[in-house]
């Protein structure tokens, strides 16, 4: 804390004094303070420490008691004792005012351990919530970290691999070799190695029953499996009694599929025992329920790595796997678009993200691109498609160095993107989506003037207007804007005989989150509408334009000409 808030230092010491807490030591910028807590039903000992008189880290308080006066399986109490009283970024404490803040602390301390020790309902369901954080803890068993990629739920097991980082081998289980490998090269691993060694899969759609302590043995591994979800018992012992590959090895491991993500355990088998029974599985099962219970079990910490669950678990709709995608146009909006869809799930499952521009990456774009020289004077497509499988290297992304024009399979897709912000390719785009009666929707996207606002426009089927139907189709008004949204016109700079528009990098960025709005809206509500939305920053001398489902323009010489072909033809 700075000297001019020592009067402050002293007022946040005076509360913790008086509260009974005494200094306990002072490490690395650490002060810590012993005292208790006056809770109901006695006082609980805590050691208060804090690190950080700005308060962007709550300050720590580790109960020093627990094991005597609380539940032995308690809601937010660590293994090491350590409270968690506030949820990250629930409060703000006031650093102007640390005696204050500390006694917040103290007193959100006091209420938590009160209700652990005097609300079972509490205890039970906060447990269970965070059920896979008191998994992951120590206590009476063994933690061990295990990564699990894609696999196939409805098989009994997958295998395990090793990925050493370093000198760090960390085990991981998944069903695809490739992307096994895949993850090895994007964390810079040595090649992985491969083993027979199955882990046995299981799924359930139960939350975990909560058991007075967690597990520490066979035997009471069973007893807490069969509290929780019967069928996933039952499911456990058919491995146990017929599947004689899993004595093959020195240890059995089992992953399960909860609603709150994955945990797993395993136990170390006997080694007389389990040479025995390979011919006779029912054997060792005997053996587990009777001597064997008493086997010490291992937990194991499950993370997740696959794209299933990278690019599904922050939404609550559908994502983009499986989906064919196409973007047009890898330049300032196309490269900060591409990104957002990746993230979206784009290229994953069945599904490809293809990128089609035939233009190299200058200095010029730097400044506004989402790649930066490591790209210079390479296609754009192909640069952008390798740092996108540089960082997720499980989806399918593929560059198309070429024109838009000519691309006959350009509406083999279930979206396409026409991120060019150019308007005489826009409309090219536009006639080919009319002339070949896609029903597949089209997404432009793109900025206006200098910055001022970005668009988008979906366009889709006959029923409403084209791109061409946002300008005026007599001669009269021929070409002028039908929403006008620019009150000035955009200036222009010149450098020989090339001209361009300079807006900043915000620009392409807002455009593709307004993208970005479009396709979640896409994803939530299997349709884009409003169709044709503007955004505009806060000093912008822009008119107000309505967002809306632009009507069809009569006389459109875009869609309208189809219209005059078809009733030719009908006559």
């Known amino acids: 804390m700075p000297e001019a808030s020592a009067s402050r230092l002293a007022e946040a010491l005076r509360l913790l004094r008086s509260r009974g807490f005494k200094p306990s030591g002072q490490r690395g910028g650490v002060r810590s303070f012993d005292g208790a807590l006056p809770c109901k039903g006695g006082p609980i000992k805590v050691r208060f420490a804090i690190a950080d008189w700005d308060f962007l880290t709550y300050p720590s308080i580790k109960v020093l008691d627990h094991l005597d006066i609380l539940p032995a399986l308690s809601p937010h109490v660590y293994a090491s004792g350590g409270l968690c009283y506030f949820a990250s970024g629930a409060v703000v404490l006031d650093r102007y005012d640390p005696a204050e803040s500390i006694a917040q602390c103290l007193d959100q301390a006091q209420s938590v351990l009160e209700r652990i020790r005097h609300d079972p309902d509490f205890r039970h369901d906060d447990i269970q919530d965070e ?21 196939d739920r409805t098989t009994k097991s997958s295998n395990y691999w090793f990925v050493t980082i370093g000198d760090e ?20 691993a040595k090649p992985p190695t491969e083993t027979k060694c199955p882990c046995w899969l299981f799924a359930t759609e139960v939350l975990p029953a909560v058991p007075a302590t967690m597990p520490a043995n066979v035997k009471e591994l069973f007893a807490w499996l069969q509290a929780w979800d019967r069928r996933l018992y039952q499911q456990i012992q058919l491995v146990l009694e017929r599947e004689p590959q899993y004595l093959k090895y020195s240890i059995a491991t089992f992953a399960v599929h909860t609603p709150l993500g994955w945990l797993g355990f395993g136990f170390e088998l006997d ?18 329920h009777s001597r064997g219970g008493t086997r010490k079990i291992s937990r194991l910490a499950i993370t997740e790595f696959g794209p299933d669950f990278v690019h599904s678990r922050n939404l609550t709709f559908p994502d983009l796997k499986g989906k064919r995608i196409t973007v047009i146009g890898c330049g300032a909006i196309g490269s900060h678009v591409a990104p957002g869809l990746i993230r979206l799930g784009a ?25 930066g020289y490591p790209a210079l004077f390479k296609h754009k497509g192909e640069a952008l498609a390798d740092e996108l499988k540089r960082q997720f290297p499980f989806s399918k992304v593929r560059a198309r160095v070429r024109s838009v024009r000519g691309l006959t399979d350009l509406f083999n897709a279930d979206l396409v993107i026409d991120a060019t912000g150019e308007e005489a390719v826009s409309e090219v785009i536009n006639a080919m989506r009319l002339d070949r009666g896609t029903d597949t929707p089209v997404l432009h996207v793109r900025i206006r003037g200098n910055g001022e606002c970005v668009q988008t426009f979906w366009a889709q089927g006959r029923e409403l207007g084209c791109f061409r139907c946002l300008l005026q189709a007599d001669h009269k008004n021929y ?8 009150k000035g016109q955009p200036r222009r ?6 001209g361009f528009t300079p807006y900043a990098v915000s620009a392409p960025m807002s455009a593709a989150a307004l993208c970005m709005e479009v396709v979640v809206d896409w994803l939530q509500n299997g349709r884009a509408s409003p169709r044709f939305r503007t955004s505009a920053t806060a000093n912008a001398n822009v008119y107000g334009v309505k967002n809306q489902d632009v009507t069809r323009l009569a006389g459109c010489p875009a869609c309208g000409s189809h219209d005059a072909q078809a009733a030719a033809v009908s006559s």
């Not at 068993?141 to 990629?149: H, K, N, P, Q, R």
């Not at 069903?175 to 964390?187: G, P, Y």
């Not at 070409?479 to 620019?486: C, T």
């Open 131 to 151: 059920f896979l954080q008191h998994w992951s803890h120590g206590e009476s068993s063994a933690v061990y970290s295990v990564m699990i990629g894609t696999v």
């Open 271 to 288: 080694p007389v025992h389990r040479l025995g029974a390979q011919k006779k599985p029912k054997l060792y099962r005997q053996f587990l």
């Open 169 to 188: 081998s960390h085990a991981v289980v998944a069903d695809s070799k490739e992307e096994v490998e895949s993850l090895a090269v994007a964390l810079g």
């Open 347 to 371: 290229g994953t499952g069945k599904g490809h993200l293809d990128l089609v521009d035939h233009d190299d990456m200058k200095p010029e774009n730097l400044g506004r691109h989402v790649l």
């Open 493 to 498: 700079k010149q450098l020989g005989c090339n």
């Open 479 to 486: 070409r002028q804007e039908r929403y006008p949204v620019l």
